[in-house]
């Protein structure tokens, strides 16, 4: 098929290499030049595993090309993508003023029988919107036909979108004529190898899939890490509680793992959008409100911790920082949770030193000209520093030389905002262990937890005993 996709963002790239790899004809569509150039030259302008072969590979095959004109990809399209950004607005309702203003360029340039699909993630009635833009605009100028319109909203997880996309647990279609049905179903055959992965729906339930998707993860994630501040309050081990939870098939094991919350593009944007929408319906959306508020205070607990170790005293203090993007796999910032921390650390007078394998640009654009030493390796982030906070579980923190942590640092206390370490394993080369959801640091959790061992050893040895003193009764009187 001919297809156009419009917005070379993350998702935009995605749809458009590994549709080309299936052997369409794809024009990705942007407004910057600059990035237009750049991904005609094969260059990509985020990280994202195997993204940037499949795109060399597709320019060279001629199955791929960019453009900033949309009259001029149009052509002979019988696809059209829009995955243009809608960042939040300041009051967290959804930004669609680039992707309507996209609608309405569209309108005067798309062929007949054209099938136009809303990839973006868009609140509950923006497809409708866009139809009445479409057909508007078709009826000023030379066509007439009514326009075909599906949502499709994308399921891609940052730093495996590739595979996401090549081989998809779930196909969302929502529409609401035969045409657009059959015509994704047939551009979606070479991802729906077994013929179960498509869903069909309408448009309004499709739109509004993506944001329960991501509200459902989103709850997940703050709800273990809220049990997790109750378990370490009362001095219980949340790794163990976890098992138990894991171990309930009407629970299941993702997304159980504490931490410093979420991040990226998609989970606190969405959410505050989904807030916004729920307010234009009058529902209080009171879960849904609790949710952002505990993954929010997540973030302070952890400069709370920090403050607090430091007696209140951050001025003139080195804190490293290891890992900047939200989540490994990626060099996205948005949202990171690290961004977070470090302005906090800052505005208290710490020294910052912070490294991460992919993020550095995107952090340094972030953070403007906030003072922020970014070091070459992980290593050099430790040298005299007062303290280590583990912020991205890039692989390559998951088994640090831990003798060399402690040599190089001034201080000895690793904060660890992801839940990587073994308070016994720090303790063994005399570094100190703080992982969120403890209201006390590592090395008091050991104690506790060895001293609930010895009671519980005492404990099978009085039974032990017992029993066997009863069963020698036994043999004693029959």
Known sequence: MNVVVIGSGYVGLVTGCC???????????????KKVNALTGGTLPFYEPELEAILDEQIQGGRLTFTTSIRHAMGKANVVFLAVGTPPNSDGSANLHNLLDCAKTLGQAIPDDCVVVVKS???????ERIRRILNNATEIGRHTQRISIASNPEFLAEGRA????????????????????????????????????LILM???????????CNSMLAARISMINELSGLAGALSADINAICRVLKGDARIGGSYLHPGVGYGG????KDLSALIDLAQTVDEPAD?????QKVNLDQRERLFHAIRTHFNDKLRGKTIGVWGLSFKPGTDDVRAAPSLSLISSLVQAGAIVRAYDPVAEHAAQKALGDMQVHYSPCAMDVCANADALAV???????????FKEVAHQMRGNMIFDARGLYQSETLQRYGLEHYVLGQNKFGRVKMNVAQNNQRTWKQWFARQEGGEAAHSNLRKIVP
């Open 287 to 291: 879960m849904l409100r609790s949710i």
């Open 202 to 212: 309408d448009i309004r339930s499709a739109e509004f899939a993506k944001y329960a």
């Open 121 to 127: 993630t868009v609140p509950v009635g923006t497809c």
């Open 391 to 401: 912020m991205t579980e890039w692989e390559e923190f998951g088994h640090p030389d």
């Open 265 to 268: 593009s998609c989970l606190p």
């Open 162 to 197: 590739v595979q996401d996309f090549r081989d998809p647990d779930r196909i969302v279609i929502g529409a609401d004529d035969p045409h657009a049905f059959s015509v994704l179903s047939d551009l979606y055959a070479p991802f729906n190898l077994d013929g179960n992965r």
């Open 19 to 33: 549709l080309a790899e299936a052997g369409n004809n794809v024009v990705c569509v942007d407004h910057d030049v």
